[in-house]
């Protein structure tokens, strides 16, 4: 099974990808930025905000492709500065309470469109 997963409750996708793709039974996100659902636009403040922002629209998308944070497998977060992965780790831990799927963390000098962070998952979506 094959599937581009759709949701107006999440970002839409602003280039040429999709809102995640579900494989078989795990579900694979694109790289995701702080973006409001409601205006379509990058939503910028501090770090924390960011990343609240994405975990929130994670579980957009987590949803519609019948899954859920219990059931995240691999997590890669990207930051523009490390230093900024303590306040990452606790609004990530507020999301993620019980299961704790396999994470890396990395910096890069730039991300697109200015962001400060970026996180890509893979979750299980089996029973």
Known sequence: MYKIISTDKAPLPQASYSQGVVAGDFYFSPGLIAIDPVTQELKFGSIEEEIT??????????EAAGSGYDKLVKANI??????DSPVVDKVYAEFIKENRPGRMIVEVPKMAGGAHVCLEVVAYCGE
Request: proline letters at 0%; glycine letters at 6%; a neutral charge.
């Open 78 to 83: 990207t930051l523009t500065d490390l230093k």
């Open 53 to 62: 922002t994405i975990m929130t629209n994670l579980g957009a998308y987590l």
